[in-house]
């Protein structure tokens, strides 16, 4: 007796350096490292935001496989790495023969998800521009202001800009590990 679906997926190979998915793009297809390790980021405003490494067993671009969006993140071999490829078609064509129950519970989740990451996309940015202010406040003060370099303000706002940096760190990676960021 043939198995209803084969169990042999096609398989990809990215050398150290390359990357996998790109911010952006809009690829139907989601990966489950075989070996190796890839880092998960973000770029905007000329900045590079590390989000995750992540290894073998894990999943990465899964959001493609429900949705339409287009990629949050990018994702870089940060070694050599085999990865199995999954398609949407695939996804899609073992999810309708599965059980009801599961495809409601799967089209419940996957909107949930989206509706997180939209509103953690929307946080980040405000964060972003909360930086941004926060660095224009500081590069001002220190142009505009004679004498400023006393131990009065200038190490206070670079103490603020400092704390919304790291709290902007935190907030993105706590989010990436408990999946309410798409890696």
């Known amino acids: 007796m043939s198995p209803k679906h084969p169990v042999i997926y096609d398989r990809v190979a990215f050398q150290k350096g390359g990357i996998i998915i790109k911010q ?4 139907a297809q ?18 590079k935001i590390e989000l995750a490494v992540l290894g073998k067993g ?26 199995i490829l999954i398609s949407r078609s695939e996804f899609e064509e073992r999810l309708k023969n599965s059980d009801r129950a599961i495809q409601a ?22 964060l972003n521009d909360l930086e941004s202010a926060a660095a224009e406040v500081y590069e001002e003060t220190k142009a505009e202001v004679p004498d400023i370099n006393d131990e009065r303000l200038l190490p ?11 709290f902007k760190a935190r907030f993105v990676l706590e989010s990436v ?5 798409d890696k």
């Open 105 to 126: 519970v799967v089209r419940m989740l996957s909107h949930r998800v989206a509706e997180s990451n939209s509103a953690i996309a929307t946080k980040i940015a405000a």
């Open 177 to 181: 590990k408990n999946g309410y960021l």
């Open 156 to 166: 206070k706002l670079r103490g603020l800009l400092k704390a919304i940096e790291e």
């Open 24 to 27: 952006g793009d809009t690829q």
């Open 58 to 83: 894990e999943i990465i671009g899964e959001m493609a496989l429900i949705s339409d969006e287009v990629r949050s993140a990018s994702v870089e071999a940060l070694e050599d790495c085999n990865l």
């Open 30 to 47: 989601a990966y489950l490292i075989q070996s190796g390790r890839v880092g998960v980021f973000t770029e905007g405003k000329g900045k």
